[in-house]
């Protein structure tokens, strides 16, 4: 490193000057990373010339709606505050365009502006959805890249592209190498196929297209990094591997997330009672990173290639080799956290385990999942409201289906470069772009994990903690008397059809009745 790690306001921000004068093209900007990126060049690198967002109109809502939108988040209220809303507005344009459609969907006016401009590029835009219909995946995450690249390769001005990969792509790899991977089959080919082939077909040839990989997402992003290492002979451009990307650590609005997806679904659906079983290696581990290490991440990637020069083409973006929480852990930490911020309305007391047989868990499932949905869909049904719970039910079991590849397989990652870049970055980058977990607090993470999706996702503001905390205190009375009836219940079964088990019974009430007396 450089120079120490303390304050010192006098060493420059090299970083935001490498980026003075940019104008930057992201795709996928409305997305959880792209938003968490563009908060972030706007407030740290107030001297950026231009961003552009390739934004498709959704819902009726036109590009510039949809940017109005991203800025009314409570995830740009510091920058909003500290720059003002009229100079964001100034600085990001919302350009219409599909990374799913031919051409990209620019018009050729838009086409234009953006080749003779751009000078950095982040392609994000993806489908997350692990359970995507192959051609729609194909045609967003893979053809998408290919026309991206394709645009990059007539900007004038381009200095560097840098393609958002993810770290569970290579999954034949239980040791994933900061290189590049032969693709699972010649994503020319696949585009090809699936553009003329009609949707049924390519759903009925899936499994046999994927082979030994789990999931469209795998797929298709393995072939997109085949296509951005083909088109590195051409243009500058680096692939950034980042692992499961879960909510804020630290800036600028801790906990904050705008999805259910990783250990914050998980935390959700226990703290609100609906999961009670997961099949998992309980000492397992997955790979997370916090959205602003990973925006971090992707900046000082850029700095180091335009900088430093430095040509390394692939980063994996990854913490496991200095932090390893397994899922008991997560669990564990989930459940005591869930007490202290209780979400609203929970439907059963929070609890349940993680399970290592499939036979166990899927008798746990029936009783603690299928049989009590199908109960309050039932009352709800009889008090006139809609029932809800077997659809929720259904999309839990749903997402176990995806969640268990992961869970009962495991990956490391190396990741080499990442730590080079902390080896450079100055005292005041080490501040501003933080890419360690030095000072990570996992319990106070989690707090805020908790506390954020209560008001961000479920809407459920904090001055219902109170109501929510004796609402929990109830049902944990109530989860205490049924477990009590339930095994009273079993009692009773196993000695009316038992004589020897009902004599055995009454001799041990017995036993104890008299051993309480005797201490009496």
Known sequence: MEQSKTEDVAVPDRVAETFAGRKILVTGGTGFLGKVLIEKILRC????????MLVRPKKGKEP?????????????????TQRG???????VTAVNGDVASPGLGLSPEDKKMLVENINIVYHGA???????LLKKAVLLNTRGTKLMLELAKEMKQLLLFVHISTAYCHLQEKILRERTYPPPADPHQVIKCVEWMDDDVVEAMTDKILGQLPNTYAFTKALSENLVEEAMLHIPAVIIRP????PIWKEPLPGWTDNINGPTGLLIGAGKGVIRTMFCNENGYA?????????????LATWDFLYFKNHQRVFNMTSSTEFKITWREIIERGRKITEEIPLNGVVWYPGGSLKNSRLMHNICLLLFHMIPAYI???????????????????????????????ANNQWDFENTYVNDLREKINSTEYKNYQLHGEDMDIDAYFSDCIRAARVYILKELPETLPAARRHLRVMYWVDVLTKILFFVFIIYLLASWSESFRT???????????????IL
């Open 287 to 299: 790979d997370y990173l916090p959205v602003d290490i990973a925006a971090n991440g992707l900046l």
């Open 45 to 52: 690198m107030p001297d950026v010339a231009h961003i552009y």
């Open 243 to 246: 692992s499961v990307i879960i």
């Open 85 to 91: 809303l009229p100079t964001l507005e100034k600085m």
């Open 126 to 132: 993806a489908t997350v959805r692990f359970d995507e």
């Open 376 to 406: 309050i869909d039932a009352l709800l049904f009889l008090a006139g409201y809609k029932p809800i719970m077997c659809h929720i039910q259904r999309r839990i079991n749903k997402g176990f289906e995806m969640f268990e590849y992961y």
């Open 64 to 80: 510039k709606h949809r940017l109005d939108e991203i800025f009314n988040s409570p995830l740009f209220e510091k920058v909003k």
């Open 504 to 518: 055995l019974l009454t001799t041990g009430v017995t036993y104890v009745t008299k051993g309480l007396m005797d």
